[in-house]
DNA sequence: CAGGAAATAT
DNA sequence: GATATTTCCT
């Protein structure tokens, strides 16, 4: 959609040498598509054998781009293990079953798209789309490079192209900026600190607006007025890469892969410059480019690799779901009360936040609990609903718990979720975890998961309870499927605040984890039952002594590291 | 200098 | 109006 049909036109030759692992055990079909991909200029590899295929991956995975694996009824798993052998490379699945369900899957498990045959010129001129321009730290980025600048200087020439006279303009405008912002040139990389790893964020779309003339004209005034000295943060940069710049960096942590992205910002002030951070779960590769340039126009970033450093200065922080995520967790693990910024901003360890940038999210936060949080529990307690929202569905495991109303701190958290007795629905039912709430951080990232971000559980015992969330979300994830049973309406069902109880087994496997590991934060949404409670729990059972170490998490986690 | 709140800016 | 940044006070 950010692509017109004219601008692919202009681009025609774009995609030439990208390179196309192509998978379909039909040969005719493979032929075929072979010939219509070589048409646009890709250089395809056919394969008719998952195992050549996969061995080919794994022996040389800088010679693929992108792959395109045809599934067919019979052999799906073939294109799953395909899919989970080669999570580095952007697979685009393709079928003639045009089934949701194993659309679904196959997503969930990492493919980039699902395109269903007959693939049209169309279809399939798109694909570049997936290539991951801006991963780094992946043989992929060097492979692709060329491709990378290749797609770079033809943006630009687009743009050019549309409008030969701006382009004096731009120049001149470029210059100037590129002179203030910019005391040395060539690739300031070194200079900032890179963001901390790698991952697999596919390139932004490029949109080249055959209007950007118009911005062109605008003025560019705000260059001028400051660079700050002490930079403030987020710089990442890289070298070359046009407008979307996104840096790698050090090691794989696994599910916290962080990554900042610097958008080129637009000298029209359209979209100044922003910075965003954002992360992907390890577990299948998300896809969410949502930074995108929005308009190379007037800086064009041809002139200036250099755009990057210009670009440094001021750069607002995005708190993408993910950042706050992390964020949430940091201030969990601290405990309300220790969570400053400047520790909150080690835990999260993403580089270039701030500790302004911290304290500032951390007073929204804050704010946020106040208000929001003790409103939700009077609301809620006074109604009979916790019942079956309970993790103990057979009983109430909390009795009403007097009101506290102001401290935030004692408030227990309520149970599985609190909050946002209806907005949460709206995501109860979706499909695709892989979605990423591009607004707002009223987020409400995974059903069953929890809710409200702010509401969340980063409560009282000093020893947060969210880092499971995490876990959560990759189990569901991997069970895409489990929200369907959520539809069907038990009856009876008093709707209550919420309905969209993950699958059981994600519970189950949540609960197990919080109860075999102890030492773990608890899941976002899982309240620790409070002694009390689980005695009364236990009396009620018969059982009338329990082990020392049954006690609460509530009570008794005061570990002040 | 850091944290936190309030004022500003976008 | 919300959200992020900056400023100011402690």
Request: glycine content about 6%; proline content about 8%.
């Amino acid at each position: 959609m950010i692509c017109t049909t004219n601008d692919l036109s202009e681009w025609k030759d774009f995609p030439k040498g990208l390179k196309v692992l192509l998978l379909d055990e039909d040969s005719n079909s493979a032929a075929e598509l072979k010939s219509k991909l070589e048409a646009m200029d890709y250089i395809v590899y056919t394969f008719c054998n998952e195992n050549e295929a996969l061995s080919a991956v794994s022996s040389r995975p800088e010679s693929f781009h992108v792959a395109i694996v045809e599934i067919n009824t019979n052999k799906k798993n073939g294109s799953f293990k395909f899919l989970e052998t080669a999570k580095n490379l952007p697979t685009i699945l393709t079928s003639n079953i045009h089934c949701i369900s194993t659309m679904m899957k196959c997503i969930a498990l990492g493919a980039v798209e699902f395109l269903k045959k007959p693939l049209s010129e169309e279809k399939l001129r798109n694909i570049w789309q997936h290539v991951a321009f801006n991963s780094v730290g992946t043989d992929l980025s060097e492979s692709v490079k060329p491709v990378k600048e290749s797609l770079v200087s033809m943006l630009y020439l687009q743009l050019e192209n549309g409008e030969p006279k701006n382009k004096d303009l731009d120049k001149t405008q470029d210059a100037s900026v590129i002179h203030e912002n910019d005391p040395e040139p060539s690739t300031g990389s070194d200079k900032y600190p890179a963001p901390s790893t790698p991952q697999l964020e596919q390139g932004g779309r490029l949109s080249a607006d055959g209007d950007c003339q118009d911005q062109a004209n605008c003025s560019i005034e705000k260059e001028s007025s400051e660079q700050d000295g002490e930079s403030k943060s987020v710089e990442t940069t890289s070298d070359n890469t046009i407008a979307e710049v996104t840096i790698p960096v050090g090691q794989p942590l696994g599910p916290r892969d962080t990554m900042v992205t610097e958008e080129a910002d637009l000298v029209d002030g359209t979209k100044g410059e922003s910075t965003t951070y954002s992360q992907t779960e390890n577990g299948v590769n998300s896809k969410n480019s949502q930074a995108v340039a929005e308009k190379p126009s007037t800086v064009s970033g041809i002139h200036s690799s250099c755009l990057n450093k210009a670009n440094r200065k001021k750069s607002k922080v995005d708190w993408t779901p993910a950042l706050h995520k992390k964020f949430v967790q940091a201030v969990d693990q601290l405990g309300i009360d220790q969570a400053i910024p400047s520790r909150i901003l080690e835990l999260m360890k993403v580089e270039g936040l701030t500790r302004h940038n911290v304290a500032s999210h951390l007073q929204k936060y804050r704010m946020h609990r106040k208000h929001i949080l003790p409103k939700e529990d009077n609301r809620r307690w006074p109604q009979r609903d916790q019942t079956q929202r309970s993790c103990y569905p057979h009983k109430p495991i909390i009795a009403f718990p007097p009101h506290y109303s102001n401290h935030d701190v004692p408030v227990g958290p309520l149970y599985p979720m609190w909050g946002a007795p209806s907005s949460i629905q709206m995501w109860g039912s979706q499909g695709y975890p892989l979605w990423q709430p591009t607004e707002s951080w009223h987020w409400k990232p995974y059903p069953g998961a929890h809710a409200d971000a702010w509401g969340c559980p980063v409560m009282p015992p000093p020893h947060g309870y969210s880092s499971a969330f995490t876990q959560v979300s990759s189990y569901q994830n991997a069970s895409v499927f489990h929200c369907s049973g959520t539809m069907d309406n038990r009856s009876g069902m008093p709707q209550n605040s919420v309905e969209h109880q993950p699958a059981e087994e994600v519970i189950d496997k949540v609960v197990k984890e919080a109860i075999s590991k102890p030492w773990l934060p608890l899941p976002l949404g899982l309240k620790p039952p409070s002694t009390d409670t689980v005695l009364a729990d236990l009396s009620k059972q018969g059982i009338s002594t329990f082990p020392p170490h049954i006690n609460g998490p509530n009570s008794s986690c005061h570990g002040t590291t």
